[in-house]
């Protein structure tokens, strides 16, 4: 007879109670029982404060950490209660974060390359720390430092920046690819930042949705409901709040589930129907009159110069920018000058008091030239783009637009989010910039209920304002792009990047090069290519050149980077990884990615929970002033280093450690003495470098402490305070918005320091390559095309438009889709978070079936992959959409990998001529069963 086991041993017994048995590495059965044991008996637990690093969203958090056995492990994640940014609250991938640490697919030693082997093979033997670096320096010496290029995941661009920008320039690697930035974040970020000048990567703006009265979504089910607890937490007091949501999406996603309305809009179209609700609240006055003539350009007066281009009126400086504007005064009735750079339109450069016009009458002139405002040319160019026009491209009624148009302008405070993950139609930049400045006409900027900037944003534009009223010349060149606000951080990037005299070797990034070859052979290319991999694959086959010399990537270095499932198609970067003319791919990462599967050296990262952090981060969007880190919960359970730690090593043995280190405290704000002394301490005691890099970023915002609140900490207060409190906050978010909104109270980033309808930026696209409306500087429309041409006839019976998107428990494209706890949570929800969503109707009347295995077929690029078929009625019937987190194809992975679909496998490499961001959903695509059904 078999022993029964009870309902308590069994629960025991698979972690249930207490949760050990779940927490050791599930290869090590030998000590099990003995950590289930010693656990249920163990003593207090000690909460740890960290960072999340599930996303790139910084939600704080604390960690439970109980020793068992004499050894500490973590065995609870919960979200941080101290925290202004996510409220205690921590979404299913954060609280699976222990997974990741006790993962046995971790990459647990440095490994090389088997000599003679096939990258794409899984053929490596294991090496010393020592070896690895030698490994990596003695090739990297051999190769031009021009012929190296640097590939960062999104934990390397918002995390390691402050490293990765001073290593690439000590090293004089001028070639820096922040995947997944060219397809997530830029295209998106571009086109709002065009107005607001804004541009910080992923945190300069937080929609305030608990304070808004009605909320409008577009393409967007990522920054609510697949990423980020610190929108959430927001999203979820509105609607308690009464808030109405209407949610633009072609399916109905978790965030248009949520929604008071859910409006099913053609894939692709969104853009048209922003430009009805413009057309529909400027003809119908819903807008902030008093707000656009005093903060915006929307009153600067415009002429049209011999060759009929529309032109600002301006005084040219010395330097050749503005040097004033002008405007019309409805108090004297005349043109009056008003400064170049400023946060208002209200008084002129000698401080007169006035009252912009936002139209002026029809016979003034300026400077002999008639005249009118910017804001009379978007009255007269949004003239054609009505509800009904919009509602034939849209399949959205003309009256649901017009309705819609009237509900958000008179309902304020209302916003439209500002979107993520952008770049998927060649016209997505345009749509973004739509979107910011229905948020501008509502004066919805800086204001409750509306957009509100970050705390760090704020903090860096006040500075920045503050020094040019006292230094009213632009900043030196050699301020660290990283430290000057919105659009001044982005031009720093790209004056470094883009311009060859800012490397010894006198070659510009490969992209600005690429771009530039390409514009000189009149072919298309990227005005702003900024960190992306255009011209990559040439470069690697021997096809690129620069003023007629060769320019060839030779060797590659990634942090935290996963190309292979980042960036469209995955082919382009297997060919990239693979080549005989590359000589070296290092990869630094926790788990086996399919990328890390095509490099000669694999350098084995700590995870988040076993490594303080060498810097203090701001608290991603928030609005307070406030600051956080990374503090170790538990030792590291492998042979593995923090990437601070990787990085000078290295520049160590390229004998430039010192060099290195001096950028680091440039670019981060470091003391530099105090930071050498702690760096040769810890060096002198075996510590890692990391720990010296915290003690000196202590320090320095104890310095800042003192300069915000007038009371000076010390290094040891802050720590203290952090690890208290898990974050320190030095200004609250209602103080500094009283003291420097924007453009309220202190100037915006852009050219103008006021919003900006009329972009200057894409006006000067204007000048170089002629009118498009792709950069108008005004406004126009960009139709959505599908196919080499815009397809206008119905849809084949098996065709369908194509999107894509983020789900909830994992985030795009990472290896956090090998985590066991995620993959248990997605089992009963499989074919919806892994396959490709189908139309019920649709599938009926082809024969597809619930879980059926379908062909894909790009028609546009001739592309094949296979799906399988989760049919629902919640999605438009031409439409097919496809979750962005599978396909791993790495057999290390044994969670993910062959789990889902590579969504980079149907895409083509086909790219946006504004930043290079994909055009990816502008095909159509076939759903065919794999074998034809046969007849009963």
């Known amino acids: 007879m078999k022993k029964k086991i009870t309902r308590r041993q069994f629960l025991k017994a698979t972690g249930v109670l207490g949760g050990m048995a779940i927490l050791r590495p599930i290869w090590d059965s030998g000590q099990q029982t003995a950590g289930v044991h010693a656990q249920s008996s163990s003593g207090e637990v000690v909460w740890i404060p960290s960072i999340c690093n599930f996303c790139s969203s910084f939600c704080n958090i604390n960690i439970a950490v109980k020793t068992v056995n004499g050894r500490k492990r973590a065995v609870k994640i919960e979200g941080n209660p101290n925290s202004p940014l996510n409220r205690g609250k921590i979404c299913a991938r954060g609280q699976a974060g222990l997974r990741q640490l006790y993962d046995p697919d971790r990459i647990k030693e440095p490994l090389i390359r088997v000599e003679g082997s096939k990258r794409g093979d899984w053929n490596f033997r294991v090496a010393t720390w020592e070896e690895a670096y030698d490994y990596i320096a003695s090739r990297f010496q051999k190769v031009n430092p021009w012929e190296i290029a640097m590939v960062g995941g999104w934990t390397a661009c918002v995390s390691y920046m402050h490293f990765s920008l001073p290593f690439v320039k000590t090293l004089q690697i001028p070639n820096i690819i922040a995947s997944p930035m060219q397809h997530c974040v830029t295209a998106g970020h571009l086109g709002t930042d065009l107005v607001t000048g804004n541009f910080n990567v992923h945190d300069e703006i937080l929609a305030d949705f608990e304070n808004a009265r009605y909320i409008l979504f577009s393409q967007n089910n990522a920054s609510v409901a697949a990423i980020s607890t610190a929108r959430a937490v927001r999203f979820g007091k509105a609607r308690k709040n009464g808030a109405k949501v209407v949610c633009l999406d072609p399916r109905q996603s978790e965030l248009a589930s949520k929604a008071d309305e859910w409006i099913a809009i053609k894939p692709g179209t969104d853009h048209a129907f922003f430009l009805a609700m413009i057309h529909t609240m400027l003809r119908k006055e819903l807008f902030d009159g008093e707000f656009l003539a005093s903060h915006t350009n929307a009153p600067f007066l415009t002429f049209k110069d011999k060759n009929g281009t529309i032109e600002l009126a301006t005084d040219t400086g010395n330097d050749g920018k503005p040097g004033r504007y002008y405007v019309y005064d409805e108090i004297s009735r005349t043109v009056v000058p008003v400064p170049a750079y400023t946060n208002t339109n209200q008084t002129t450069t000698n401080k007169k008091p006035i009252v912009p016009a936002l139209r002026v009458p029809e016979d003034t002139l300026w400077n002999g030239k008639p005249v009118t405002t910017v804001f009379d040319i978007f009255i007269e160019k949004t003239k054609r783009f009505t509800p009904e026009w919009a ?6 009624p003309s009256a649901t637009i017009e309705r819609i148009a009237e509900e958000f302008a008179e309902a304020r405070p209302a916003l439209v989010d500002p979107g993520w993950m952008g770049a998927r139609y060649h016209h997505v930049i345009s749509q973004r910039r739509m979107q910011a400045i229905i948020q501008t006409l509502v004066g919805g900027i800086d204001s409750k209920g509306g957009w509100l900037m970050n705390g760090e944003y704020r903090h860096k534009a006040e500075n920045a304002w503050h020094s040019k009223q006292h230094t009213p010349e632009e900043p030196p060149h050699d301020v660290p792009p990283v430290m000057l606000p919105g659009m001044g951080f982005a031009g720093g990037l790209i004056d470094i990047f883009a311009n060859p005299a800012s490397w010894s070797h006198g070659k510009p990034a490969l992209s600005f090069a690429w771009a530039h070859e390409q514009q000189k052979q009149g072919k298309p290319s990227a005005f702003l290519p900024a960190m992306a991999d255009s011209g990559m694959l040439e ?25 292979l499932r980042h960036y469209f198609p995955a082919e382009r970067w297997e060919e990239i990884l693979s080549s005989s003319n590359v000589d070296l791919v290092v990869t630094v990462d926790v788990l086996p990615s399919d990328t890390t599967a095509f490099a ?76 050498k002394k702690e760096i040769a301490a810890a060096k002198a005691e075996g510590k890692p470098y990391n720990e010296a890099f915290l003690k000196t970023a202590y320090a320095a915002l104890g310095n800042l402490s003192e300069q915000v609140t007038g009371r000076k900490l010390t290094g040891r207060e802050v720590e203290q305070t952090i690890r208290k409190k898990g974050l320190i906050i030095l200004k609250n978010a209602d103080k500094l918005l009283e003291e420097a909104a924007m453009p309220h109270k202190i100037p915006l980033p852009t050219l103008s320091g006021r919003l900006e309808l009329y972009s200057p930026i894409l006006a000067s696209f204007s000048r170089t390559a002629g009118s498009h409306p792709l950069w108008n500087p005004f406004l126009d429309y960009i ?85 399988r078929l989760f049919v629902t009625e919640m999605i438009r019937p031409d439409t ?12 290390k992975l044994n969670i993910a990998a062959e789990k889902g679909t590579a969504l980079n496998e149907l895409m083509p490499y086909s790219i946006e001529p504004l930043a290079a961001s994909f055009m990816s959903q502008e095909f159509t695509v076939r759903i065919r069963p794999l074998k034809p059904k046969k007849l009963a």
Do not use: Q
């Open 539 to 563: 470069a690697v086959r021997g096809e690129m050149t620069w003023n007629g010399e060769p320019y060839r990537i030779k060797a590659f270095f990634m942090n935290a980077a996963n190309p």
């Open 783 to 867: 139709p959505l095309s599908v196919s080499d041409e815009t397809k206008k006839a119905p849809l084949d019976p098996d065709e369908f438009y194509f999107t894509y998107g983020k789900i909830p428990v994992v985030s795009h494209a990472s290896t956090n889709n090998n985590n066991a706890l995620l993959a248990a949570v997605t089992k009963p929800k499989e074919n919806s978070f892994v396959g490709l969503w189908i139309n019920k109707r649709k599938a009926e009347k082809l024969g597809l079936d619930e879980g059926e295995v379908v062909e894909i077929e790009n028609l546009r690029h001739n592309k094949k992959t296979r799906a």
């Open 600 to 675: 000669d050296v694999i350098l084995p990262n700590h995870t988040y929970l076993e490594r303080n952090e060498p810097l203090l981060y701001p608290l991603g969007p928030d609005t307070n002033l406030g600051f956080a880190t990374r503090l170790r919960a538990v030792e590291p359970l492998y042979n593995t280093r923090d990437a601070a730690d990787i990085f000078c090593e290295i520049t160590d043995r390229m004998g430039k450690l010192e060099a290195y280190i001096e950028g680091i405290a440039e670019y981060a704000g470091l003391d530099e003495t105090l930071l």
């Open 880 to 891: 097919v959409f496809l979750p962005s987190s599978y396909g791993s194809k790495n057999p």
């Open 391 to 396: 509602s034939n491209i849209t399949d959205v």
